[in-house]
């Protein structure tokens, strides 16, 4: 079983900045990151692979968010910059020991979770 711990998460003004790290607790091969806003459905944001591939999932936040990896640590980043309040929400980070990150996006597409961190941008 793979424990996913998130953190970093928080409140920013519009235009702040936030980076979201994930530790897992053993290797995953794909790891994610998906945010859910107040009373809308979970989304799958981006995904990363540890052989280096990156796929973004939203249009809404290429060139603002990063996602990073640092193999050695098992452990990914979600860089956040130019935050807008549309981006509320919690973030959630999601893995697979094995398998790649998926051409579309669904969270039965991942088998680990983590427990969220809030993000909170005001206008």
């Known amino acids: 079983q793979v424990q996913l711990v998130e953190s970093g998460g928080g409140s920013v003004e519009t235009g702040g900045s936030l980076r979201l790290s994930c530790a897992a607790s053993?290797?995953?091969?794909?790891m994610a990151w998906f945010r859910q806003a107040p009373g809308k459905e979970r989304e799958g944001v981006v995904c990363?692979?540890?052989?280096?591939?990156?796929?973004y999932y939203l249009d809404s936040v290429k060139g603002r968010f990063t996602i990073s990896r640092d193999n050695a640590k098992n452990t990914v980043y979600l860089q956040m910059n130019s935050l807008k309040p549309e981006d509320t929400g919690m973030y959630y980070c999601?893995?697979?020991?094995?398998?790649?990150?998926?051409?579309?996006?669904?969270?039965?597409?991942?088998?680990?979770w983590g427990q969220g961190t809030q993000v909170t941008v005001s206008s």
């Open positions: 990363s692979t540890n052989g280096g591939s990156t796929t």
């Open positions: 053993q290797y995953t091969y794909s």
């Open positions: 999601a893995a697979n020991r094995w398998t790649d990150c998926p051409n579309t996006i669904a969270t039965l597409d991942f088998s680990y």
